[in-house]
């Protein structure tokens, strides 16, 4: 009996700690299903250890319609945090098809040996169809790797563990039941696999929280792009790494301050958003992007100085064909750009004010265009 006990009381302190990361962050709202699978679960483990409801069929349907809940409550939870979902119709038609077949081999013809089979083969196919969803996985962080094959072996041991505790003789008494192999397999794969699950899943939404923490920390909720704090720690990252070439391309959006003055700091905000979108779709992932100032800019880019020239021209001439519902049509936004490349012993602030030297450079020259040396004329085209 006490033994019997571990794995829901395990499975309780895991649906806790769930319970414990959605408070931090309400938004992830996948933490509540991952809360309340274990939890269910738990419930459907007890009501067969103390064999409530009493009956075979009673108690066979209530803890089956307990586990089968918590299985799809955390396979949908697992595919929510990524993205994807098992959605409502699939997760009641796997439901009903679970529950009738238990239903049927516990009511109609009673098989202990089949309802065996139908729970954890279906348990292991709801799991599989979550994993083979989220294949991707394997070329994510770490702990995206970590989940994903741990989600595939939680759900593979389901059909291979069942057929070698089981085979094709169930026990004929609910005392033979709780002593046969299968019923300690059962025990054990939970205790030791579905604790290896549900911590690799804590591991990943504990990440998850890391990783708001450090977006709040790092990015510019105004512009979505980073803030000079995380733009700095990136682009140094990089920088100390070796890559090379690499450019900076400085920017700052001209007469900006006429902007708030005429139209309103709402204008002036909704101009810095579309920017910040323009940069978005207009970088690599590999390059870095940051609002360093007001209305300053600036992007860390793989590659040499003519590829950075191209880059800012195709910004400084998507920027002024942009239109606003504040600006009348012959207004056009504009930008001046700055470009440095980045040379043997240079810092980030070497760099960051050798590209700055060159944006004021520019916006001496009239603004809207581009200087990328010190001695060169502006170019407000690049034929």
């Known amino acids: 009996m006490t033994m019997a006990l571990v794995a829901p009381g395990v499975l309780c302190v895991f649906a806790l700690a769930f319970l414990w990361a959605w408070t931090i962050e ?32 009673p108690n066979a349907l209530a803890s089956g319609l307990f586990y089968t809940a918590a299985v799809l409550f955390v ?51 709801i799991f599989l169809l979550a994993a083979c969803k989220l294949v991707s996985l394997r070329r994510g962080r770490l702990v995206d790797r970590v989940l994903f094959w741990v989600l595939l072996v939680f759900a593979l041991q389901f059909f291979f563990r069942t057929a070698l505790t089981i085979g094709l003789d169930a026990p004929k008494s609910a005392a033979a039941f709780a002593e046969s192999l299968f019923w300690a397999a059962l ?53 100390t790494s070796g ?53 300053e800019f600036a992007i860390l880019l793989h590659g040499g100085r003519d590829a950075a020239i191209v880059f800012a021209e195709r910004l400084r001439v998507e920027l002024s064909r942009m239109e606003y519902a504040f600006l009348r049509p012959e207004t056009a936004v504009t930008a001046s750009f700055g470009i440095a490349g980045a040379e043997p012993g240079d810092t980030m602030g070497s760099l960051l004010d050798r590209a700055d030297r060159r944006l004021y450079l520019a916006k001496q020259g009239g603004r809207d265009r581009i200087i990328a040396a010190d001695a060169e004329p502006a170019m407000r085209s690049i034929a």
């Open 26 to 57: 309400k938004t992830r709202h996948y933490l509540l299903l991952l809360a309340a699978g274990p939890f269910l679960f738990a419930v459907g483990a007890l009501m067969q250890v103390f064999s409530f409801p009493d009956g075979t069929a």
């Open 75 to 125: 396979a949908e939870a697992v595919l929510w945090r990524s993205g994807k979902r098992l959605g409502v119709r699939t997760g009641l038609v796997l439901l009903a098809a679970v529950m009738g077949g238990l239903w049927y081999f516990a009511v109609i013809e009673p098989n202990t040996l089949v309802r065996v089979y139908i729970q954890n083969f279906g348990y292991g196919a």
């Open 187 to 239: 025990h054990l794969s939970l205790a030791v696999l579905g604790t290896a699950f549900a911590t690799a899943l804590l591991a990943a939404a504990v990440s998850d929280l890391v990783e708001d923490l450090r977006r709040e920390r790092d990015v510019d909720a105004l512009t979505g792009v980073l803030n000079r704090r995380g733009f700095e720690v990136r682009a140094r990252t990089i920088m």
């Open 243 to 295: 890559s090379r070439p690499l450019t900076l391309i400085a920017c700052d959006l001209d007469h900006f301050k006429q902007i708030n003055d005429s139209y309103g700091h709402g204008a002036g905000d909704e101009v810095l958003r579309a920017f910040g979108r323009l940069l978005g779709v207009s970088a690599r992932p590999v390059d870095v992007v940051g609002r360093t100032g007001g209305e």
